[in-house]
């Protein structure tokens, strides 16, 4: 098979390195890629969200399957697109990804079919929202209803912060469109865990659980980012709550959207928070995570073509996935300023004395004139897996203490809470 792997980060170089590893894949482009993805396939310099160009490549290289890593294309309608075309993707539909690209649309499924999650009301007009936040207690969440890059929820501890948050979403549209309906929901408080299903748009198979870190400091002190690292399996999800979240969030939600006419095929991404009063829906998401993928396919024996084949015929319950047992620990190496703004082009040394068994997903990199250089914010994720979490823990900080590049920045907790 000819494989085009859509994205250009490091989950995307996870797939990469994965499906480079079957059997039945001859062939690889990545659009656009990274210096990573280079040595595995063609890297093509076509942006994840231009999506004309995207159908144009894989019709003109003829393509056997597309893989969607990111959210924008899918809340495009590249699947669509390339269904139309008989060429097969893996990811949803335009309507499917809704359940991630409209949180409004998420809420009002996960409410209709009394899948818990917090309480919340939908907004588009300021004036009101302003009134019904105000008569809430604090903390309160302020979501933007749209795609905004992990950057559009603001947890306000006061009535004067989620003011201000909603007038910049509705009156000032800092995230353009995506704020100009908001989500106003309670504050929950518990141990998050992102847990996964491989959807036929009937059936789904459950992938591992995993944890991810979203602030950029360690204890979870600073600014937001696209996350600094993670671990699998999280110590606190045990079988019966795995067995919960596929009886009592997962499949019933697979159900909603395909009785609304919306069948998901593809990676359904919860966003899971445990509660005293049990386990809540912070969010869903329409495909794989980032940092996730890199903790879960390194644990994946099976073949994930194998796996993709059986969500696009229908038959996800046929076949049977297998997990190592191994514990994984992923550290995200980010670029100085990040979240803010960062300098590009720094030389990275030190990835040629990596331990044999550790795993280097690129994100923010590139090659110039064959030598390896930052080009993005998060800039890769050492992953390590090992017989217990402290063991992998303690393998993936060692390693990481042997790359560098002018001010190289990351979190010394991944993992420490799981110990
Ligand atoms: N109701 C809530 N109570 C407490 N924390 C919340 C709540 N909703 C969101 N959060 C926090 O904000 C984070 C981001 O929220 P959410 O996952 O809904 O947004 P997102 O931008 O779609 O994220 P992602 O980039 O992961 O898709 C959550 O991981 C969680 O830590
Ligand atoms: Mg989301």
């Not at 999506?51 to 056997?64: F, M, N, P, T, W």
Request: aromatic share 6%; with cysteine.
């Amino acid at each position: 098979m000819k494989v085009l792997v859509i994205g250009g980060g490091a989950r995307e170089h996870a797939i990469t390195w994965k499906i480079h590893q079957s059997p039945k894949v001859s062939e690889i482009l990545i659009a656009p890629g990274n210096g990573g993805t280079a040595g595995l396939g063609e890297n093509i310099s076509i942006a994840a969200d231009d999506i004309e160009s995207l159908i144009k490549l894989a019709v003109d290289r003829q393509v056997d399957l597309v893989i969607v890593g990111p959210e924008d294309a899918l809340a495009a309608g590249i699947v669509d697109r390339l269904q139309a075309l008989q060429i097969p993707v893996f990811g949803p539909t335009q309507l499917s990804a809704e359940i991630e690209s409209s949180k409004a649309f998420a809420k009002q499924l996960m409410e209709s079919r009394s899948i818990a999650t917090a309480e919340s009301k939908t907004f588009s007009d300021f004036e009101l929202a302003v009134n019904y936040s105000e008569a809430q207690e604090t903390p309160i969440v302020i979501k933007a209803d749209g795609l905004a890059a992990g950057k559009g929820v603001v947890i306000a501890q006061s009535h004067e912060e989620a003011k201000s948050a909603l007038h910049d979403a509705m009156v000032s549209s800092i995230f353009g469109d995506a704020g100009k309906t908001v989500v106003i929901e309670r504050f929950l408080d518990g141990l998050e865990a992102s847990v996964f299903g491989f959807c036929d748009g009937k059936d789904l198979a459950m992938a591992l659980p995993a944890c991810d870190y979203k602030r950029v400091f360690d204890g979870d002190e600073g600014l937001n980012t696209g996350g600094m690292g993670g671990y699998s399996p999280p110590e606190f999800v045990n079988q019966a709550l795995m067995e919960d979240a596929r009886t009592q969030i997962m499949q019933p939600m697979l159900d909603a959207l395909r009785e609304s006419g919306r069948p998901f095929t593809g990676v359904l991404y919860g966003g899971l928070i445990v509660t005293e009063g049990g386990l809540q829906v912070i969010e869903f998401n329409a495909r794989l995570g980032d940092p996730e993928t890199q903790l879960l396919l390194p644990r994946l024996n099976t073949d994930f073509i194998d796996v993709v084949e059986a969500c696009l015929e229908g038959r996800i319950r046929e076949i049977s996935i297998d997990w190592r047992t191994d514990s994984c620990v992923g550290v995200v190496l980010a670029s100085p300023g990040y979240p803010g703004s960062y300098p590009r082009g720094l030389s990275i040394k030190g990835l040629d004395n990596m331990d044999d068994d550790i795993l280097v997903f690129h994100s923010g990199t590139t090659l110039d004139e064959g030598s390896l250089v930052t080009n993005g914010g998060r800039v890769l994720t050492v992953v390590a897996l090992g017989s217990n979490m402290h063991d992998a823990r303690q393998r993936v900080y060692e390693n990481v203490r042997r790359i560098e590049f002018d001010g190289m920045h990351y979190r010394n907790d991944i993992a420490a809470r799981a110990i």
